[in-house]
């Protein structure tokens, strides 16, 4: 049974359930990309306080960073490579527990301890780029950031 993590007294499925309607607000009649995956990133960083957020788009056969909140980060990533490449790679959402425990993880911090990336698809449902979320703290990520996370990062479809 998962232990039910509150902050300020709300449950963190609540507090994605309110950050969803925000973050569709502010996407929902945004028509230009990099505002809106600017303001997604932010978002989804402040409403959560995660050490790193953001883009990944593709151009080229490669990850280029996009927008993000955070530290510096890397700047381009190679297909299949890191846990990024590995969700552009796979077109699936995954989770690391500990960033050092996974094969080839690229370190852009070594303050990242566990990582979320989540494919992002354009309306013809083709992979257009990877959301990044890293945090401070080892296994974060569980099935609600993954639920909540892809719903929201379905909402950016109409921007590509």
Known sequence: MEKEIKISGVTKEERYISLLSQIE????YETDL????SNFSSAIHFGFNFFWTGFYLIKNSELVLGPFQ??????????????????WE????????DVNRFPGHIACSSLSKSEMAIPVFDKTNEIVAVFDIDSDKLSFFDEIDKKYIVQAVSYLSHLF
């Open 90 to 97: 796979k077109k699936d959402v995954i989770i690391v527990d």
């Open 34 to 37: 990099i505002a809106g995956l």
């Open 70 to 87: 955070g530290p510096v980060a890397c700047s381009r990533i190679a297909y299949g490579k890191g846990v990024c490449g590995k969700c």
């Open 25 to 28: 607000s502010l996407i929902l």
